[in-house]
């Protein structure tokens, strides 16, 4: 399953916000140096579709707050 990603890194309150198009706005704690940002997304979507963090790739926007992200949830 991909998913459209929209990253607010440097936040004060990590959280998840879904919107009516089932795109998603992740609030991150880390800031966007070294990749911690991603690492960071990776681990809160394995976490929020109960996969693995190895079943989490980051498709396009490794470098953007954009990003298209592909979950395998087995199915």
Partial sequence: MQIRVKVKPNSQIPKIIEAEDSSLTIYLKSP????????????????????????????????????VVEIDTGD
């Fill in 32 to 67: 966007p140096i070294d990749g911690k940002a991603n690492q960071e997304l990776i681990k809160v979507l394995a976490e929020r579709f109960n996969v693995p963090k190895s079943s989490v790739t980051i498709k396009s926007g490794l470098s953007s707050r954009q990003k």
